[in-house]
């Protein structure tokens, strides 16, 4: 009997151990659910079931069935919260290493883009010069050809206008002259080709510039102005000994119909109208006004005493 009581009194004792180390592991638990509380239900329920292996393995819960290996009073317990404590804290040292790594790898995306944007601007900026620095170029070489070609112009005009002077005193008795100062023919009277209506050239051709004056051959009376057809801008003059002569594909025109000239006159400027493949005065010598009566015009000034 005397043992039996004395073994009831230490079970009792051993329940109320147990009670207090199980009261303090569940106050140890909260406190640290609610310090850690963005830690997984996984962590923490996998803490929870080490604290409890480590207070069984240590004997609190052991001391009921084996009294004679009890740890002493609060021993386990101390155990069982450093152990928790310790996995607690290595979760949350992983989580902010990997929220760091997160962080940085935005900010390398940051500057990476960062860097291409100026890349991409600084190319941008670069082709925009480029070509900036092409379309002043392409109109600064624009504007001095155009400036050249005036200048050639202007010194074509001036040899012609001198030309003429210099023919006109060398004008022959009767008044007559070259229909265009100090230059050769080129196409001659009847050659052949199929760029002509006939199939054959009816006058000769005067190469010149654009703008070079055209003079009446030889006093007379003018009798067409004006569009030609195929000849183009032409004009027709009637002279005393009852010939005519045309001049056609002009650029402009200074006379009128009916208006009397003088030989050397200038009545217009070489040109390329109507049928023609470049700028020249195209000049015919004829019986008549119109087409189809024409005959040599180079007999024709030659026997007005213009060598040509």
Known sequence: MAFTRATAQLAEKLNDKLTQA????????????????????????????????????????????????AAPEGGSSAYALGFVQAAASGDTIADELKAQARAQQRLADAARRAA????????????????TAKAKKAEKTAKAKKAEEAAAERAAHKAADERAERS???????????????????????????????????????????GTPVRSVGPGTVVTVGWGGAYGNQIVIRHADGKYTQY???????????????????????????????????????????????????????SKGVDV
């Not at 060398?170 to 052949?192: L, N, S």
């Not at 002509?196 to 654009?210: I, M, N, R, Y």
């Open 22 to 69: 199980t009261g303090k592991l569940t106050e140890a638990t909260e406190a640290l659910t609610e310090k850690h509380r963005n830690a997984g239900r996984a962590t923490r329920t996998r803490v929870g079931l080490a604290g409890a292996a480590a207070l069984a393995a240590t004997g609190v819960v052991g001391a009921v069935a084996t009294p004679a290996i």
């Open 248 to 302: 056609a594909h002009l650029s402009a025109t200074k006379v009128s119909p009916g208006q009397k000239v003088d030989g050397g006159q200038r009545i217009g400027a070489v040109g390329s109208t109507g049928n023609s493949t470049g700028p020249h005065l195209h000049f015919e010598a004829r019986n008549g006004a119109y087409y189809g009566s024409d005959f040599n015009p180079i007999s024709y000034l030659a």
């Open 168 to 210: 006109a005193e060398r004008r022959a008795a009767g008044g007559y002259v070259d229909p265009v100062a100090g230059v050769d023919t080129t196409t001659t009277y009847k050659q052949a080709g199929s760029s002509w209506s006939s199939g054959k050239h009816s006058g000769v051709d005067f190469p010149a510039a654009t």
């Open 116 to 131: 291409e944007a100026e890349k991409a601007e600084k190319a941008e900026k670069a082709e925009k010069a480029e070509k």
